[in-house]
């Protein structure tokens, strides 16, 4: 692979009248990896993506593409798909497809192959005349990240590009993205589905009220959150209550949920052997519970 630059964000902020939008947000997009950006409605996201690409002004912070302040160029070379979407509904999908390509650099002749390519890869060759109203929703979808992948992009900004799609097409879409996560390219994207993000991504953002709340690989998150364990010991698992140094956080019959910082106290596992021990086990969180706790 050849130089792979990252796409990184530093104290990005804007202000919509007396509201701060966006609020001292920094976070990096690594080379080649899927990054999901998180947050509830209003937290934000889009205003951030908007800034990155240039079409919202930034009022503090900045962008920065390889480490220097992002160009006009270099975003030209980033494939973008805006909340508002921007295809036109009532025209023939390969043609403008064809159009957008040649808008960014392409010739008609590459910009029409790769087009096809694309849709061959979503399986909508031959949809390829049609008008993009004539789709279902997902397939128009698909269309739209087709546009943005069509020149060969640097880097992608996806401004949820899974709503609305069933299982099967976010991973024959992820798929996609993914010769292009080979080569390097970092991608953001936004979603506000956290199970998916759980599923798919590699890093995230977590977003809430314009700040960030949480950001880093999935792994690190999980390694940050509190230490938590399951602890089984029929036929009732309550004693624990009574033990030194043990946050209980819920026992339902022989299962008891601890939070233990430091690992378990002496004696405690002794005791826990005593009482019939089934199982003593960390409980590593889920993205979601990790987004739950980060933005209560
Ligand atoms: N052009 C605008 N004028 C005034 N306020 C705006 C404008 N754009 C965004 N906002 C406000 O900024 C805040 C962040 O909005 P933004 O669209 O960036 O959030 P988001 O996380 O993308 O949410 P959603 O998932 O609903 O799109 C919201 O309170 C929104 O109302």
């Known amino acids: 692979m050849s130089h792979a ?17 966006v609020d001292d947000v920094s976070f990096v997009v690594e080379p080649g990896t899927l990054t999901g950006f998180v947050g509830a409605n209003g937290a934000g996201k889009t205003s951030t993506m908007r800034m990155i690409m240039g079409v919202l002004a930034i009022h503090e912070g900045e962008v920065l593409w390889d480490g220097r302040p992002i160009t006009r160029a270099d975003r030209a070379s980033f494939g973008y798909m805006p909340e508002e979407r921007g295809l036109y509904p009532k025209q023939g999908i390969l043609d403008q497809l064809c159009y957008l ?12 192959r790769e087009a096809t390519r694309l849709l061959d890869r979503f399986e909508l060759a031959d949809r390829a005349k049609d008008k993009l109203e004539s789709l279902s929703l997902g397939n128009q979808q698909r269309v739209q990240v087709a546009a943005s992948l069509l020149h060969g992009p640097r880097a992608l900004v996806l401004d949820e590009p899974f709503s609305g ?15 292009r996560l080979r080569e390097g390219v970092p991608v953001l994207f936004s979603s506000h589905q956290l199970d998916l993000v759980d599923r798919l991504c590699d890093s995230l953002v977590v977003l809430s009220g314009g700040v960030v709340m949480a950001s880093g690989s999935a792994e690190e998150l999980r390694r940050s959150g509190p230490a938590r364990y399951r602890m089984t010991t029929a036929p009732d698992a309550g004693w ?22 430091s690992g378990p106290p002496d004696g405690l596992l002794a005791r826990a052997v005593e009482r019939g ?12 519970d990790i987004y739950r706790e980060v933005t209560a």
């Open 101 to 112: 390509g040649q808008l960014r650099g392409m010739r008609r002749g590459d910009a029409a």
């Open 165 to 179: 799609l069933d299982p099967v097409a976010v991973d024959s879409m992820v798929d996609l993205l993914s010769d």
């Open 5 to 21: 630059p990252a796409l990184e964000v530093r104290n990005l902020t804007r202000r919509f009248g007396e509201k701060t939008a």
């Open 240 to 261: 624990v209550r009574e033990e030194p140094g043990v946050t209980v956080l819920d026992v339902d019959g022989p299962t008891a949920i601890l939070e233990l910082p």
């Open 277 to 288: 021990l089934a199982e003593f086990s960390p409980l590593v969180p889920s993205l979601s």
